[in-house]
């Protein structure tokens, strides 16, 4: 059948295709964010200190890194339907352990399983709209998917925090589980790839393509900036940002939870103004300067005696901004390796970053530990004063610093060494 005849009555069908993984990835910014909410009910539940709540936070982390590729190699097999319906109830399952449980090792497991499945949000959105709209259109359709994943931390944080607050933490995480395995049902019932597909064909991934990408010490280095200068997002605004608020500025959870939010409204304005002045200025010197910016208004942050709220909003916009600096690396390390190795190279990059997650969140939570006052809860929980906070969250502007260092040094060697063939080839490189 002609492709054209399909086009006019099918664009309801491709954005219904394309909103039911576009719910599953919103969704599971919900789920990341849902510890963060609830920490001292989870330290509770498993009678554990911060140290072992950072290892919950991280697990999560672990399971959506090493997923990355698996689950790109598992959509071009199966395609997006059986793909986002399996790891939605895995998101699901791995819910229903976390709170059916006081057992810490089955916690571990529930919350590996939600980062299991959470990794097939944004790929299975990417798998959607590559199938159901043009070539033309799926830069912008991308663009888009991430700006509304976004909303769902903006506009979820606070609800779900509300919710927590008026139910217990277990009853929101059940209500979680349901929506999530609900979700994975829908799209059984109702995701399918286009008729008479002929665009969503790749190639088997081939070991040699990847040969650049391991023999390459730039791409290595690269992804190791990417790690140290991820904690303001994924160990601050994921997790640590709302217990931080709270017992620095006897916020309410709810609260909290909307101030920390504008860090994911900045990064909708983020990638664009990042991408725009990556053309300008090189991609290298976008990246450094979103790291020195994040050191400096992380000191601010942590070492400002008191800070009003709207001050808190712009620092947090202005957060938000500069952790857009991904995306930048993302198109650094595309100029690094020829096109046959940029989809592994791209999952490579990713999931390091991911495993940022897991490094802040273990490490945050010992220094808390190691910083501990001695002050115990009625219940016999540790109770952690505002120093612990600040000497454990310090861990991010350090790391940041760090990162901008190492990405000045790539910078530098880049340079003083000749382009292979296929970087001069490449209209990208932006260095």
Same mark, same amino acid.
């Given at each position: ?16 295709? $394309?909103?039911?993984?576009? %719910? ?9 964010? $849902?510890?963060?909410? +609830? ?76 980062? !299991? ?14 199938? $159901?709209?043009? =070539? %033309? ?18 506009? #979820?944080?606070?609800?779900?925090? =509300?919710?927590?607050?008026?139910? %217990? ?31 969503? !064909? ?27 200068? !991820? ?20 916020? *309410? ?12 409204? #900045? ?27 994040? +050191? ?11 800070? =009003? ?19 930048? !690396?993302?198109?650094? #390390? ?26 802040? =969140? ?6 808390? *530990?190691? %910083? $501990? ?40 060697? +880049? ?13 990208? +490189?932006?260095?």
């Amino acid at each position: 059948m002609n492709q054209n005849c399909f086009k006019p009555k099918n664009n309801f069908v491709s954005l219904v295709m $394309w909103a039911l993984p576009l %719910s599953f990835f919103t969704f599971q910014f919900l789920l990341r964010l $849902w510890p963060g909410l +609830t920490m001292q009910d989870i330290m509770a539940q498993f009678s554990i200190d911060a140290a072992s709540f950072g290892l919950i936070a991280a697990f999560y982390y672990y399971g959506y890194a090493g997923m990355q590729i698996p689950v790109a190699l598992l959509l071009d097999k199966f395609g997006a339907r059986f793909v986002v319906f399996a790891f939605a109830m895995l998101c699901g399952i791995g819910t229903l352990v976390f709170i059916s449980t006081n057992n810490f090792y089955l916690a571990l497991s529930g919350r590996f399983l939600i980062g !299991v499945g959470s990794a097939a949000g944004f790929l299975g959105v990417s798998k959607v709209v590559s199938e $159901w709209f043009s =070539h %033309s259109q799926y830069s912008r359709m991308i663009g888009f998917s991430f700006s509304v994943g976004l909303l769902g931390a903006i506009y #979820g944080g606070k609800p779900l925090a =509300h919710l927590i607050q008026n139910f %217990s933490g277990q009853q929101v995480g059940l209500a979680l589980a349901v929506f999530s395995i609900l979700l994975g049902c829908c799209a059984l019932l109702i995701l399918r790839s286009p008729p008479n597909n002929t665009r969503s !064909v790749t190639k088997t991934m081939n070991l040699s393509h990847c040969s650049f990408l391991f023999s390459s010490w730039i791409i290595w280095a690269l992804a190791l900036a990417n790690l140290l200068m !991820v904690g303001a997002l994924e160990g601050f605004a994921d997790v640590w940002g709302v217990p931080y608020l709270i017992a620095k500025y006897s916020l *309410n959870k709810t609260d909290a939870a909307f101030l920390i939010s504008f860090i994911f409204m #900045g990064m909708i304005f983020g990638g664009p103004l990042l991408a725009f002045l990556s053309q300008k200025l090189g991609n290298y010197f976008v990246i450094a300067f979103c790291g020195a910016g994040l +050191t400096f208004l992380f000191l601010i942050l942590l070492y400002t005696s008191t800070l =009003h709220w709207w001050q808190l909003g712009t620092l947090f916009f202005a957060i938000g901004l500069l952790c857009c600096y991904q995306v930048i !690396v993302f198109a650094a #390390g595309s100029t690094l390796v020829p096109y046959e190795g940029l989809g592994v190279t791209i999952a490579f990059l990713n999931c390091i970053n991911m495993l940022g997650g897991s490094f802040f =969140h273990t490490l945050i939570g010992k220094l808390m *530990n190691g %910083s $501990w006052g001695g002050q115990m809860s009625a219940n016999g929980l540790k109770l952690y004063e505002i120093e612990s906070y600040q000497w454990a969250l310090s861990l991010i502007p350090f790391c940041a610093l760090c990162g901008s260092l190492l990405i000045v040094l790539i910078h530098i060697k +880049t340079r003083a060494y000749a382009a292979p063939e296929f970087m001069k080839k490449t209209s990208l +490189t932006g260095v």
